[in-house]
Every structure is written in C-alpha cells, then in structure tokens.
Antibody
C-alpha cells in the first residue's frame, strides 16, 4: 500500500525552529516528486513546494521561498519541511503530498501551533 | 499566478440528486492540467479527477470532470451519503500551482 506517514502535532513558541517529517512507503521514493501543502484554520489549500528525491531537483511557490526549506533523504525515504524561525501566522495543518502536478497521495497531516 | 474561483460556495442537495460544481480560472490552464479533490472533516483531501476529466484510481464513476481552458466542471451524478464534503479544484499547469477556495456540498 502506498502511504505517507507524517510526524505528530507540534506546539512551538514564536522564534523557535522546527522540522516536520513525512515517511513514504509502498512505492519507489526516488521516482516521484514529494511536497507540502498548507491549510490554515478554516481556509483553503496552498502548495508550498516540492522536491524530487532522485536528483534533489526542487520547485517552490514564491510565496514560501525563504520562509521554509523542503528536502528529502532518499536513504530513509523521508521528506522534511523546516522552519528556522516560526511566527504565529505559520500555525496550521501541513500535508505532505506525492506528485508535482496532481497530488495523488496525501499524508494524514501535521498540525503546527505557534503560540507563546 | 492563476487564481481559481469556485461556485457556488455552498450547495445544499439531497442524496440521489445531481451536483454540478464550477471552477473558473483567471487565465487559461495549460494542457487542461486541472484536478479536483474531496475533503471530509478531519481528513486529508483525496484526489478525484486529474487532467480535467480523468478519474483517479478507485474513484466511483458517478464522479466526472469536464471543461477546458478557463472553465471546468465537476459533476456527481447521484449523490451518496458519503459524498457530502468540501471540493477543491487545483491547477497544475502553471507554477505556482494553486487551489480554488472550495465548494461545500451539504445535505439538505
């Protein structure tokens, strides 16, 4: 079964750093783009960016460039979304997704709450 | 950036009825790279349709997609109780890939 399993919910203080993860199984990790989609409370969906584990190529939404780092470690079939300094406005649900175009597999989501 | 607009915002229907959801793009979507997703409360979205009219694996044939360029439609031929949810369109023909704001299909 093709699956993306994400790390658990996080409660973080403003200014702190954070990395959340997404472990893939059931398919050739190297051969599919993997990325992240944000859903803020009560709002819609925003594609943040994606990475191709096979050669580390990347594609990103300009709205998120410089705000987050998206990476993948193909040796352990895991993708990451990293912040160096979180703000309250980063609070939301983050989904990892397979594919660069239509996203055919979704993780269960990781809730990030940024609060002092 | 391509902006997607979905209408109506909410659709109130009964099981067995037909649902027609609209997605309009601010400019032509390259190669009709338009997808539809369904999201139920507390769940991740699920891919229903890609390339405007191709059903994803395992999606029942009561779901169908149509359209081209700037106007796309998702049709649910006969609503089942499990179909009530929020539906999003997404274009992936031009980066950044963008989603519409969603249409809620609620039970009347």
């Amino acid at each position: 079964e093709v699956q993306l399993v994400q790390s658990g919910a996080e409660v973080i203080k403003p200014g702190e750093s954070l990395t959340i993860s997404c472990k893939a199984s059931g398919y050739n990790f190297d051969s599919f783009w993997i990325g992240w989609v944000r859903q803020m409370p009560g709002t819609g969906l925003e594609w943040m960016g994606s990475v191709y584990p096979g050669d580390s190529d990347s594609s990103s939404n300009p709205s998120f460039e410089g705000q987050v780092t998206i990476s993948a470690d193909k040796s352990i079939r895991t993708a990451y979304l990293q912040w160096s300094s979180l703000e309250a406005s980063d609070s939301g649900m983050y989904y990892c997704v397979r594919g660069l175009w239509a996203f055919d597999v979704w993780g269960q989501g990781t809730m990030v709450i940024v609060s002092s | 950036e391509i902006v997607l607009t979905q209408s109506p915002g909410t659709l109130s229907l009964s099981p067995g009825e037909r649902a027609t959801l609209s997605c309009r793009a601010s400019q032509s979507v390259s190669a009709n790279y338009l997808a539809w997703y369904q999201q139920k409360p507390g769940q991740a979205p699920r891919l229903l349709i890609y390339a405007a009219s191709s059903r994803a694996p395992g999606i029942p044939d009561r779901f169908s997609g149509s359209g081209s360029e700037t106007h796309f439609t998702l049709t649910i031929s006969r609503l089942e109780p499990e179909d009530f949810a929020v539906f999003y369109c997404q274009q992936y023909g031009n980066s950044p890939f963008t989603f519409g704001p969603g249409t809620t299909v609620e039970m009347k």
